[in-house]
Nanobody, 120 residues
Framework: VQLQASGGGLVQAGGSLRLSCAAAGRTFIKYAMGWFRQAPGKEREFVAAIGWSGGLIYYADSVKGRFTISRDNAKNTVYLQMNGLKPEDTAIYYC??????????????WGQGTQVTVSS
């Protein structure tokens, strides 16, 4: 599975962004999808994950109530809607795919990352 993340950018605190991750291949529906992020000088951390049908969803506590993960299997795309952005959300955001839904970064396939910068 090849993943291409997009939608990052510069936004003021309190603003919104929607990240997209397009997957190449016809087996997208088999995969659980996750979003992770890595801020400068920090380890990569889990943000959100969604099962193949969208029925199971997990969020990191730091983004609950602000971020929403969703997927459109017909378009081979997973989304991360980010509202109420804070400066501490600044990071490179990565999408990832795995056959088993997980909140750990033990995903098999990774996208290239998209930069999100939130100014105060």
């Amino acid at each position: 599975v090849q993943l291409q993340a997009s939608g990052g950018g510069l936004v003021q605190a309190g603003g919104s962004l929607r990240l997209s991750c397009a997957a190449a291949g016809r087996t997208f529906i088999k995969y659980a999808m996750g979003w992770f992020r890595q801020a400068p000088g920090k380890e990569r951390e889990f943000v959100a994950a969604i099962g193949w049908s969208g029925g199971l969803i997990y969020y990191a506590d730091s983004v609950k109530g602000r971020f929403t993960i969703s997927r459109d299997n017909a378009k081979n795309t997973v989304y991360l809607q980010m509202n109420g952005l804070k400066p501490e959300d600044t990071a490179i955001y990565y999408c990832a795919a795995a056959l088993v839904l997980s909140v750990r970064d033990e995903y098999s396939y990774w996208g290239q990352g998209t930069q999100v910068t939130v100014s105060s």
